[in-house]
């Protein structure tokens, strides 16, 4: 059973930064790609960042430039920095390993203008 819990999530001003972070446990697979993904309200979940188990990385453009995946064995990272309003969203971890998809419980991350 894979288990994600991320954490690092709060409210922030525009400009501000924010980490987050991502710990799975449990039978994982090397080859795993770990993910973010993000849902903000009456929008439907979109991939923010993805890396995968050798350090290959891909972002969204909204963020390219701003944000950094990092990944760290079982443990992975999203560094925020010039945020926006438009980046107010739940944040989700996400673990692809061997066809399945598993998803933490998310993380609120607000933006005041």
Avoid: H
């Amino acid at each position: 059973q894979v288990q994600l819990v991320e954490s690092g999530g709060g409210l922030v001003q525009s400009g501000g930064s924010l980490r987050l972070s991502c710990a799975a446990s449990g039978s994982i697979f090397r080859s795993a790609v770990m993910g973010w993904y993000r849902q903000a309200p009456g929008k439907q979940r979109e991939l923010v960042a993805k890396i995968t188990s050798v350090g290959s990385t891909a972002y969204v453009d909204s963020v390219r430039g701003r944000f950094t995946i990092s990944r760290d064995n079982a443990k992975m990272y999203l560094q925020m920095n010039s945020l926006k309003p438009e980046d107010t969203a739940v944040y989700y971890c996400n673990l692809f390993d061997r066809g399945r998809n598993y998803w933490g419980q998310g993380t609120q991350v607000t933006v005041s203008s």
